[in-house]
């Protein structure tokens, strides 16, 4: 998942940058690294611009004394403070995510019935309490993980794959197509659980996940609806039905993904995807 910003606890925060904790808390001491979000008195969060710091920090060392690269990066950052506005982190925004995060492996590994609030607050390191105070329950923290499993896939497909150009070259109708199943084959093992789990849900309860079902279908076959409609309108495709083309496609990339996975073909994925573009755009009959 993308973000504005990727929020991180100190520990991974060391593991990242390769610096040990209490040389970071030395740096943020002396000024050099800006202070944490704090979103208790014992919990805080570092971003990216705390890594590439570190990193700075990093290679600079190798060569010079500490305390010389300490006044040039305190009168950078002293600088660089005075000539930009600073940003207010949305700090419930943040815990929401962490709990978010923690809950996708949870209902993966126990499904929706058998995931509690104590063990999303234990691999969270939160307590119970403070999940109350962002969800209201089970179901609607279930909501929020399976929002944030769609957006992923949104936000896989980069602009030019979500939209296709104004074209009548195949070449660039295969590009597309195969970064569009890339982008699937990324997102496809937390998709795939997490779509499970929404299906059995639907049907349990159509009233609180029919219309969520509904969206994550959307969101696989709509883009692929449109682009189908618009290289059927330019003849560069015959004319088909888009709505029925998109979900076929859907369904193959989902089916072929999984056995992919599972090592049940004996080519390598680049040679599936070709053989798989290859029956999407010449069809199964042999040309007499």
Known sequence: MQEDKTYMKMSELSRISGISIPRIRYYIGKDVLPAPIKVSKTRAFYTEEH??????????????????????????TSE???????????????????????????????????????????????????????????????????????????????????????????????AKLVKVAEAFLK??????????????????????????????????????????????RQKVFRNIDPDLAAVMIAGMHEYVTYFLLRGKFTKDVVQIRQDSIDIILYGLLRKF
């Open 51 to 76: 890594v590439n710091k570190l990193k700075l920090i990093k290679m600079m060392g190798r060569k010079r004394k500490v305390t010389s690269i300490l006044r040039e990066l305190t009168a950078l």
């Open 80 to 174: 660089s403070n005075s000539n930009k506005q600073t940003e207010i982190p949305n700090e419930p925004q943040i815990v929401r995510k962490r709990i978010i995060h923690a809950s996708i492996p949870i209902f993966r590994k126990h499904g929706y019935e058998g995931a509690t609030i104590g063990d999303i607050a234990q691999a969270a390191h939160i307590s119970r309490n403070t999940i109350y105070r962002y969800f209201k329950d089970k179901k609607n923290l279930f909501v929020g993980c399976l929002n944030e499993t769609i957006l992923e896939y949104r936000e896989s497909l980069t602009e030019d794959v979500k939209r296709l150009p104004d074209t009548k070259d195949t070449e660039i109708v295969k």
């Open 187 to 232: 997102t496809y093992p937390a998709w795939s659980d997490m779509m499970n789990l929404l299906r059995a849900a639907a049907v349990k309860d159509p009233h609180s996940f029919a219309s969520k079902l509904e969206e994550a279908y959307n969101t696989r076959v709509k883009p692929l609806k449109e682009d189908f409609g618009k290289l059927t």
